[in-house]
């Protein structure tokens, strides 16, 4: 195989051909011709998204129509991934699994969506359960429009729901009463043991509240879910 990066137009010129004015012309035109093969690499542009600067992977988000795509908002290595998966998220655009890949990519992985009738909840609804928690309210509100721009046309978010689990330390202690009776009868003491009582008690108590505010939801939305009996 012969690399293209180090041939010289000298070494594939005929002999007939091969002389001093030639060779001067072949010196004369391998910068230029290597200059155009740096170049062919360029035009390789899909499988050369981790090497691309961040002003290209931008204008490739806009060519490809990604979803949900802030230029100013987001890292490079979440633009990247973006672009990457934007094709198969076109072509699954409505489905849990385009919804699901998004999701985990911009925001959390711990989590699940779960339809209406894995719940029992309303027909066409679905809710979102996550293990990780959102750390602000815009972040919030981004993914509520996530959702909305990914999800398909018929299914209505019902609810976010964030879920932690703790373990903590639970102490007890318990308390005790023996006593011993003697009677003296006669010559030899009768003894009597009473019987013991043990108390067990236990109190625990640990609350932790978590306000999460309200997105702002499109007006045509929340119209909708107010005539489906749903509140915003």
Known sequence: MIDLSVLKLLDILPIRIT????????????????????????????????????????????????????????????????????????????????????????????????????????????????????????????LIRAIYELKNTRSWLERLRFEREIETTIYFGYAGRHKRKYTIDGISPKIEIAPANLYIGIVGKYVRRFTVPAADIDPEIEAALIALGKEC
Request: aromatic share 14%; glycine share 4%.
């Open 19 to 142: 002389d001093e004015e030639m060779e001067a012309l072949s010196y004369a035109l391998d910068p230029e011709l290597k200059e155009i093969t740096a170049a062919i690499n360029e035009a390789v542009i899909m499988t050369r998204i981790d090497e691309l600067p961040e002003n290209l992977v931008d204008l490739l988000a806009w060519q490809l129509h990604v979803d949900f795509y802030e230029p100013l908002g987001l890292d490079l290595d979440r633009k990247r991934a973006l672009v990457k998966n934007s094709l198969i998220w076109h072509r699954y655009k409505g489905t849990k699994y385009a919804l699901e890949s998004m999701i985990r990519i911009l925001f959390f992985d711990n989590f699940k969506i779960e339809e209406w009738f894995e719940y029992g909840g309303e027909p066409y609804f679905f809710r979102v359960t996550s293990q990780d928690l959102i750390s602000n309210r815009g972040q919030y509100k981004d």
